[in-house]
Every structure is written in C-alpha cells, then in structure tokens.
Nanobody, 119 residues
Framework: QVQLVESGGGLVQPGGSLRLSCAAS????????MAWYRQAPGKQRELVAA???????NYRNSVKGRFTISRDNAKNTVYLQMNSLKPEDTAVYYC?????????????WGQGTQVTVSS
C-alpha cells in the first residue's frame, strides 16, 4: 500500500510565501512524475506544476516565476515553494504521483492541504 501525505498549507497574507511538502511511503519500486494540483471552490481541479523523475518541470502560466517545484528522490518527497502569493491562489492543493508498485504504474493522490491567501 502507498500513501501520499501532504503538509505545509495554511493562511498567509498576499505577497507571502508557503512551502508545501508531499511524502510518499509504502511498497514503492519507483516514482515517475510528481505534481501539484489545486481546486478552488466551484472550480475544476487544475495542474499547478509537475516534475519528472529526471527533474524536468512545467508550470501553469499563472504561477510561473512565483512557484517552484522540486523533489528529493532519496526521500520520495516533492515540494512546492510558493512565493508572492495572491488571493487567487487560494485553493485546496493536492499532491499527485505516478508510482510503480511491483510491476504496475499506479496514479496516487494525497488528501489535500488548504492554502488560503487573505489579508
């Protein structure tokens, strides 16, 4: 069994920073792409940033230059450093990872962590 556990969400003022973490644990053979998604009330879940096992990254346009995704493969952990936060960044943030268990690739999700940007 595999789990993704997120941490680091909270309430921050506009212009502030937060760092999200997501650690994978369990019977992991390897982890492919890891990503962060977010879902605001009344809106669809959207991709925020992704990073491959080789370190290639991509970001949605609205967070480019403000957010940085990184990963520590030794710790099976992905991070999202969020700077210059805006009220429109308010959402539940979800970690996602493609994880090989035995010989099969599965798609896993974390439980979500709330990020609220407000004065």
């Amino acid at each position: 069994q595999v789990q993704l556990v997120e941490s680091g969400g909270g309430l921050v003022q506009p212009g502030g920073s937060l760092r999200l973490s997501c650690a994978a644990s369990g019977s992991i053979i390897s982890i492919k792409t890891m990503a962060w998604y977010r879902q605001a009330p009344g809106k669809q879940r959207e991709l925020v940033a992704a990073i491959t096992s080789g370190g290639s990254t991509n970001y949605r346009n609205s967070v480019k230059g403000r957010f940085t995704i990184s990963r520590d493969n030794a710790k099976n952990t992905v991070y999202l450093q969020m700077n210059s936060l805006k009220p429109e960044d308010t959402a539940v943030y979800y970690c996602n990872a493609g994880i090989v268990v035995v010989t099969t690739l599965y798609d896993y999700w974390g439980q979500g962590t709330q990020v609220t940007v407000s004065s």
